[in-house]
């Protein structure tokens, strides 16, 4: 009983990265929050490869990593947290990056052997439709001053999760979690540090709030989340992640409602339950092989 609960609660985790990003983001800016988390994320998972007797990647793999952590933590995270620095809702900034199972889908259709069902060229359509609605709705921003870039550097980050998590089903096969991890936080902290250091003041409020914020971070999204997933995957349970994913949008958002009073229109409320919607027809059923005419039977 208690396994199936896990992806649920990896869920409930996972959305509140967003609202952790928000609340962090009153005490630093983002590049050097950022900077602290990946500092504290490595030196928590090289803890882990020792407790956990995991290894770190070599060779290949170990570059292969690097260049998974620069698209998933570097872009994805980066771009989650400057939206958000900017005004975004985050509510808002997990619907957008929420979309990446369906743009993966997509690009998987542009460029592969792969073709969508007709449920999956609905939740297409449904998709775009319940981003416009939210978008056209009336929502909370923190400040409108840089909305449009606000959702163009979201956009670099849903772009980051998707070739990301391409990049690693694709050269990362057999990489241990804990240790691929590990470079991957390491190479993220080597791309936040240098903006950190050039373009910000470096400014902390070091206060019990953002203590708790910056722990519930690195221990709680970054170690526990991660190593939930690992037990999902190691144990075949994995695929009821994405079964359940579609839910981390409509439940981060009830989260940044209960803590920092985000609040959207009934157009809005439309908008997350038919991007909910989009998400689980996309990935309810997986895309299937295009047969190719001159294929032989």
Same mark, same amino acid.
């Given at each position: 009983? @208690?396994? &199936?609960?896990?992806?649920?609660?990896? $869920?409930?985790?996972?959305?509140?990265?967003?609202?952790?990003?928000?609340?962090?983001?009153?005490?630093?800016?983002?590049?050097?929050?950022?900077?602290? &988390?990946?500092?504290?994320? #490595?030196?928590?998972?090289?803890?882990?490869?020792?407790? *956990?007797?995991?290894? *770190?990647?070599?060779?290949?793999?170990?570059?292969?990593?690097?260049?998974?952590?620069?698209?998933?933590?570097?872009?994805?995270?980066?771009?989650?947290?400057?939206?958000?620095?900017?005004?975004?809702?985050?509510?808002? =900034? +997990?619907?957008?990056?929420?979309?990446?199972?369906? *743009?993966?889908?997509?690009?998987?259709? $542009?460029? !592969?052997?792969?073709?969508?069902?007709?449920?999956?060229?609905?939740?297409?359509?449904?998709?775009?439709?319940?981003? +416009?609605? $939210?978008?056209?709705?009336?929502?909370? @921003?923190? =400040?409108?001053?840089?909305?449009?870039?606000?959702?163009?550097?979201?956009?670099? +980050?849903?772009?980051?999760?998707?070739?990301? !998590?391409?990049?690693?089903?694709?050269?990362?096969?057999?990489?241990?979690?804990?240790?691929?991890?590990?470079?991957?936080?390491?190479?993220?902290?080597?791309?936040?540090?240098?903006?950190?250091?050039?373009?910000?003041? %470096?400014?902390?409020?070091? =206060?019990?709030?953002?203590?708790?914020?910056?722990?519930?971070?690195?221990?709680?999204? +970054?170690?526990?989340?991660?190593?939930?997933?690992?037990?999902?995957?190691? %144990?075949?349970?994995?695929?009821?992640?994405? =079964? $359940?994913?579609? *839910?981390?949008?409509?439940?981060?958002?009830?989260?940044?409602?209960?803590?920092?009073?985000?609040?959207?229109?009934?157009?809005? #409320?439309?908008?997350?339950?038919?991007?909910?919607?989009?998400?689980?027809?996309?990935?309810?059923?997986? !895309?299937?092989? &295009?047969?190719?005419?001159?294929?032989?039977?």
């Amino acid at each position: 009983m @208690w396994v &199936r609960l896990i992806p649920f609660v990896f $869920v409930v985790l996972w959305a509140s990265g967003f609202v952790g990003a928000r609340f962090g983001l009153q005490y630093a800016e983002p590049a050097t929050l950022l900077s602290l &988390r990946m500092i504290a994320n #490595v030196a928590l998972f090289l803890l882990l490869i020792v407790l *956990l007797r995991r290894r *770190l990647p070599r060779g290949k793999a170990l570059l292969h990593s690097g260049v998974v952590g620069l698209f998933i933590h570097g872009f994805y995270l980066g771009g989650t947290y400057f939206a958000i620095h900017l005004g975004m809702p985050a509510g808002l =900034s +997990s619907l957008l990056v929420g979309l990446q199972p369906i *743009l993966t889908a997509f690009l998987l259709v $542009v460029f !592969t052997q792969h073709s969508f069902k007709p449920s999956q060229w609905l939740g297409l359509v449904i998709g775009f439709a319940g981003i +416009s609605l $939210v978008l056209m709705g009336k929502m909370d @921003w923190q =400040s409108e001053q840089h909305k449009t870039l606000a959702v163009a550097v979201c956009l670099v +980050s849903l772009i980051g999760i998707t070739l990301g !998590t391409l990049y690693q089903k694709r050269f990362c096969q057999g990489v241990d979690m804990v240790g691929g991890a590990t470079v991957q936080y390491f190479a993220a902290g080597l791309l936040f540090v240098p903006v950190a250091l050039t373009f910000e003041t %470096n400014v902390i409020v070091w =206060s019990p709030a953002f203590i708790m914020t910056l722990v519930w971070l690195v221990v709680v999204l +970054s170690c526990v989340a991660i190593l939930l997933l690992l037990y999902m995957v190691e %144990n075949g349970v994995a695929s009821s992640v994405a =079964s $359940v994913f579609y *839910l981390v949008p409509p439940v981060t958002a009830i989260q940044a409602w209960l803590m920092f009073g985000e609040s959207f229109d009934a157009m809005g #409320v439309m908008g997350f339950v038919l991007a909910a919607l989009a998400v689980f027809l996309v990935t309810k059923a997986p !895309t299937v092989p &295009r047969i190719r005419k001159w294929a032989r039977v």
